[in-house]
């Protein structure tokens, strides 16, 4: 007969049994197997790369169409390059966060899973590096049509520098705090 435990008052707490020297749900589930580990890894990337590709295709949307606005005639040889620059940037970060949806269907049923989730990883890195730098010019154009000065400069340099903490710096960080436990 099995019973199903009713979580303890530190439970409810929010406290984590780790926290209190007893064994975690990690430590007492089984460990993957290989094919299981792939397989998990593929479908996080699948559904990461469904969060990205949203984002890509609405903002590269955004890019495509504002060159035909009346105001980018009147932009600056500036603005030109900074949104053509933002342009190929886009275009190449949907690329490369849509790439992995194109790996799956040619090699799908191939038994190739574990290449398939390694390049995958690499083109979802370099698809939200590309990412980063196309919403850092979409930032900058916007910001120099409407701010003044070097402020739109400043403005996105800061916000660029909390990309560069909150999307790489953090995630490695936590990488190699965990791996000297």
Not at 158 to 165: A, D, G, I, S
Request: proline share 4%; hydrophobic share 50%.
């Amino acid at each position: 007969m099995t019973t199903t435990a009713e979580p303890t008052d530190e439970a409810r707490a929010g406290r984590c049994d780790a926290c209190d020297g007893r064994a975690s749900a990690d430590e007492l589930e089984p460990p993957e197997t290989p094919r299981e580990r792939v397989n998990r890894r593929w479908n996080e990337i699948m559904q990461e790369t469904r969060v990205a590709q949203t984002g890509v295709q609405i903002l590269f949307g955004f890019l495509l169409s504002v060159a035909f606005t009346p105001l980018f005639r009147s932009l600056d040889t500036f603005d030109h390059v900074v949104y053509v620059i933002t342009v190929v940037l886009g275009a190449s970060a949907t690329a490369s966060l849509i790439a992995p949806v194109s790996l799956h269907r040619f090699l799908s049923g191939q038994r190739m899973k574990d290449e398939m989730v390694e390049i995958a990883h690499r083109l979802m890195m370099c698809g939200m590096v590309l990412l980063a730098l196309t919403i850092g010019c979409t930032l900058l154009l916007i910001l120099h049509v409407v701010v003044p000065g070097v402020l739109a400069e400043v403005l996105t340099g800061v916000v660029m520098l909390w990309f560069v903490l909150s999307w790489y710096a953090l995630p490695l960080w936590l990488r190699r705090r965990s791996a000297r436990k």
